[in-house]
């Protein structure tokens, strides 16, 4: 089994690019699996292969396991998507982004902004996380579902997210949008238009 046990660094700094033409292993991980200081996994090219970090990973980082660079990718994850695009009036919208962003706080749910979007991951099943938004939503809101990256529910001050987590008791939020997130497919699933009257 080899063992990866040092970070290198991202796998777009030009430096490590270069170190990557030479030859690696790719791994994914879950999200559970990411957040642990030792894991146990197959490359996927099925190589055995152990994590000894001490870091929480994250997309695109490369480890050195006995001279050979392992580059981590995160499995992605189902999310709702909330998408205000259809919403008339921006204090609407911004009433509406408050009001969801307390209930999904109040419930300890993750959330990220994106634009006119809002992704809240589905730690529940989906009908019951709807019927507890949905009498936050103005009409015009769609609700959907999409594959993200589990990484955009990361805390990260070099990002352009802005993040509600409901265990911390605060919010924050950045300007600007410097980074995208990958889709790990190209569709979303069931979209269900809430209506003025906030009937679905």
Do not use: C
């Amino acid at each position: 089994m080899r063992v990866a046990d040092s970070y290198v660094g991202h796998r777009d700094d030009p430096e490590i690019a270069d170190r990557l033409e030479d030859g690696s292993l790719s791994v994914t991980v879950d999200d559970t699996e990411r957040r642990r200081s030792r894991v146990r996994t197959t490359a996927d090219d099925g190589t055995d292969l152990g994590i000894v970090v001490g870091r929480e990973l994250r997309d695109g980082d490369v480890l050195d396991a006995d001279g050979t660079p392992v580059v981590v990718s995160l499995a992605a994850i189902e999310a709702l998507v909330v998408d205000f695009t259809g919403v008339e009036g921006s204090t609407a919208t911004a009433l509406a982004a408050l009001e969801l962003g307390h209930a999904a706080g109040n419930r300890h749910w993750n959330l990220a902004v994106e634009g006119e979007r809002a992704y809240l991951p589905l730690s529940e099943k989906r009908e019951r996380m709807e019927d507890e938004i949905h009498p936050h939503l103005p009409g015009g809101a769609t609700v959907t579902t999409d594959d993200v990256s589990p990484a955009l529910f990361d805390d990260d001050d070099s990002g352009g997210h802005g993040h509600a987590h409901g265990g911390s008791d605060h919010s924050h939020s950045h300007d600007g949008h410097s980074r995208t997130h990958d889709h790990a497919s190209g569709h979303t699933h069931g979209v269900r238009e809430i209506d003025p009257e906030g009937q679905p």
